[in-house]
Every structure is written in structure tokens, then in C-alpha cells.
């Protein structure tokens, strides 16, 4: 009974003299934009300057914008990580949103439509042309979609991220520009 006080006793003083802050072993996270990952990427100039294409048939061009997140001086990819997004641009809606129409069968399993009903009452609401919210995957991949519309061409847009990181309580904030073509 006695070596087990002894080795209480010693386990104690032993715990007491370890530094338990973890916190300054861990690296600060760091992030990537990967402009030339997706399906139709983004380009680069020979001025360092991103450009996207706007697609002058649709009304909005919807683009995947992806990036790693990592700790400095690692890279291996950091899982579970809130980002925020915003942009400097936004678009407002007319009226109009949209339409529905009512479409049953008659006795002779005919198609027929109904009544056409119109969603409306947006007038004036701001649509941003970036989604505003993600997470890192496994891997350390976040990615968000950008959607700027037609009349926004030859325009340049700032794109606005920002992370957090529960772990470390660390936000770190950035941004980048894209040139609309």
C-alpha cells in the first residue's frame, strides 16, 4: 500500500512539472487558392492576375472555386475547418423570380397544364454572387461556387475569405481578385 501512495505521489509531481499547453506546438493554418483545379478553371496572366470567362448565352456563369487549407509548413490537408465567403459584387432581382405551372392528367391520361402561377415579390432582394459558407474536407479541400452575371463582365471582383479554426481559436482572413472576361 505504501508504493502505491509513493507512485501516486510521484505521479502527481510529475504531471504538475509538464507544460500542458499544446497550443504553441501547433503550426497556424494556412490557406491556397487552387485556380486551376475544375472543370473549366480559372486562368492566370503573365501579370499573376486571375480571369474567369463570363458566358454571354446565360444569364449567370457558375464557376467552382476550390482551395487547400493546411498548417505551415505542412502539406497535409486540415479537416473540418469553417470558411466564410463573401464578394464585392452582387446582383438584385427584378420582380419576377420565376413560374410555376400546374400540370395534371385528364381522363385520357392527357397532359394538361392548368394554371401558371408566378413567384413574385423579390423586387430589390441583393443575390451574392458567392455562396457564403463551407468546411474543409478530409483531405484539406474547401471549395465554394461564384456565379457572377452577364452585365458583370470587364468588371473585377474581390472575392473575401476568412477561416476559423476551433482548435487553435485562430481566424485568419484574406482575399483575391478576379477579372471578369
Given at each position: 500500500?505504501?508504493?502505491?501512495?509513493?507512485?501516486?505521489?510521484?505521479?502527481?509531481?510529475?504531471?504538475?512539472?509538464?507544460?500542458?499547453?499544446?497550443?504553441?506546438?501547433?503550426?497556424?493554418?494556412?490557406?491556397?487558392?487552387?485556380?486551376?483545379?475544375?472543370?473549366?478553371?480559372?486562368?492566370?496572366?503573365?501579370?499573376?492576375?486571375?480571369?474567369?470567362?463570363?458566358?454571354?448565352?446565360?444569364?449567370?456563369?457558375?464557376?467552382?472555386?476550390?482551395?487547400?487549407?493546411?498548417?505551415?509548413?505542412?502539406?497535409?490537408?486540415?479537416?473540418?475547418?469553417?470558411?466564410?465567403?463573401?464578394?464585392?459584387?452582387?446582383?438584385?432581382?427584378?420582380?419576377?423570380?420565376?413560374?410555376?405551372?400546374?400540370?395534371?392528367?385528364?381522363?385520357?391520361?392527357?397532359?394538361?397544364?392548368?394554371?401558371?402561377?408566378?413567384?413574385?415579390?423579390?423586387?430589390?432582394?441583393?443575390?451574392?454572387?458567392?455562396?457564403?459558407?463551407?468546411?474543409?474536407?478530409?483531405?484539406?479541400?474547401?471549395?465554394?461556387?461564384?456565379?457572377?452575371?452577364?452585365?458583370?463582365?470587364?468588371?473585377?471582383?474581390?472575392?473575401?475569405?476568412?477561416?476559423?479554426?476551433?482548435?487553435?481559436?485562430?481566424?485568419i482572413y484574406g482575399e483575391?481578385?478576379?477579372?471578369?472576361?
Amino acid at each position: 500500500m505504501n508504493s502505491f501512495k509513493l507512485y501516486w505521489i510521484f505521479g502527481v509531481v510529475l504531471l504538475s512539472c509538464t507544460d500542458m499547453n499544446m497550443d504553441d506546438e501547433i503550426p497556424p493554418l494556412s490557406f491556397r487558392l487552387a485556380w486551376e483545379m475544375g472543370v473549366q478553371p480559372l486562368t492566370m496572366d503573365g501579370n499573376g492576375y486571375l480571369h474567369m470567362t463570363i458566358n454571354p448565352s446565360s444569364w449567370q456563369t457558375i464557376k467552382t472555386l476550390y482551395g487547400y487549407v493546411t498548417r505551415v509548413g505542412s502539406e497535409e490537408g486540415v479537416n473540418v475547418i469553417k470558411f466564410g465567403w463573401a464578394s464585392s459584387h452582387y446582383w438584385a432581382l427584378g420582380d419576377t423570380l420565376g413560374y410555376i405551372i400546374d400540370v395534371g392528367l385528364d381522363d385520357g391520361f392527357q397532359y394538361v397544364y392548368y394554371d401558371t402561377t408566378y413567384i413574385v415579390g423579390f423586387s430589390g432582394h441583393e443575390v451574392p454572387c458567392v455562396n457564403s459558407a463551407s468546411y474543409s474536407r478530409e483531405n484539406g479541400l474547401v471549395n465554394t461556387v461564384i456565379a457572377p452575371v452577364k452585365t458583370m463582365q470587364g468588371d473585377t471582383i474581390t472575392v473575401y475569405w476568412g477561416m476559423h479554426d476551433n482548435w487553435r481559436l485562430e481566424e485568419i482572413y484574406g482575399e483575391f481578385q478576379i477579372i471578369l472576361d
